[in-house]
């Protein structure tokens, strides 16, 4: 069973419909794979009403969360998405997410950058408003060559000139959250330094002591000696290893299914949630 842990759709900064993303998924060989939008569960009963027949959707989410100014993502799978602190806080981050791009647009402006919040909100269209969308403006208008060209110091990395904070759960917080509401955490690929400083090893040992459950050690953003060290970081502090594709649509090069969990971790995950239950297909007709 091939089986992939983080993907994302236009209820976030996708490019897939939820129902597109799990069709998709199907042809593309699945067995598994889990929605994992950014701060947010939207995308989910349109995605288990979709899934074919041999594909099997786990509810997630990517909760966003800084710890001393460093920029990092939780997934969290199969919680209960009604269990209140950790909807209040899910919601407090996307509020947030307006106000937030509307300001980078404004420092844009201030930087002769002739972007709109008009153009970032067409192409958010219905989901969360993120960097993504901003970036992908500054793509239309020549200013960058690609999406990822936009994450850089001279416009809306963390620390850019365009850059803007926005309401941020910490990372231990946000570990103790999901496991209250009866859910599983995995670090998502937590030394892509190619998108800006990275925690210490010393953090993921914190988290880790405070219940996190895994790392996503197998990520396009990871080369082979990255991996290799959080593999053996990952057997040092008792924690899962899982591999994803951290899944776009067209916003991004990565392909769903490149890189792939072992389904004895997947059982494992299954195993400790009580939150929620990944869902086998039946309502939608495989590619």
Not at 58 to 64: D, T
Not at 75 to 90: G, H, K, M, V, W
Not at 272 to 278: C, E, H, K, L, V
Request: hydrophobic fraction near 40%; proline fraction near 6%; include cysteine.
């Amino acid at each position: 069973m091939r089986i992939d842990l983080h993907s994302h759709s236009t209820a976030s900064d996708g490019t897939d419909t939820p129902a597109e993303l799990v069709r998709n998924a199907a042809a593309a060989g699945l067995g598994v794979v889990a929605l994992t939008d950014h701060d947010t569960t939207r995308g989910h009963a349109e995605a288990i009403a979709a899934a074919p027949e041999g594909l099997t959707v786990v509810p997630g989410a990517e909760l966003s969360c800084r710890l001393d100014g460093i920029g990092l993502h939780m997934l969290a799978y199969l919680f209960d998405p009604e269990e209140p602190a950790l909807l209040a806080e899910r919601e407090l981050v996307r509020d947030d997410r307006v106000p937030r791009a509307r300001a980078m647009v404004a420092k844009l402006q201030l930087l002769g950058v002739p972007v709109t919040w008009e153009q970032v909100a067409r192409i958010a269209g219905d989901g969360s408003v993120g960097r993504p969308h901003v970036a992908e403006a500054l793509v239309e208008l020549g200013v960058v060559p690609d999406v990822s060209g936009a994450f850089t110091a001279e416009w809306i990395a963390d620390g850019g000139r365009a850059h803007v904070e926005k309401h941020e759960l910490d990372p231990v917080d946000a570990v103790r959250l999901v496991k209250a509401a009866g859910g599983v955490t995995v670090f998502a690929h937590p030394a892509a330094v190619k998108r800006g400083e990275v925690v210490p090893e010393s953090a993921i040992a914190a988290l880790a002591e405070a219940g996190l459950d895994g790392i996503e050690v197998d990520h396009m953003d990871h080369d082979e000696p990255t991996r290799a060290r959080l593999r053996g970081l990952a057997k040092e502090l008792g924690l899962l290893v899982t591999g994803s594709s951290d899944y776009h649509g067209s916003r991004k090069t990565c392909r769903l299914g490149e890189y792939t969990t072992d389904p004895e971790i997947y059982g494992e995950i299954t195993r400790r949630a009580t939150g929620a239950f990944p869902v086998p297909g039946a309502g939608g007709v495989r590619a």
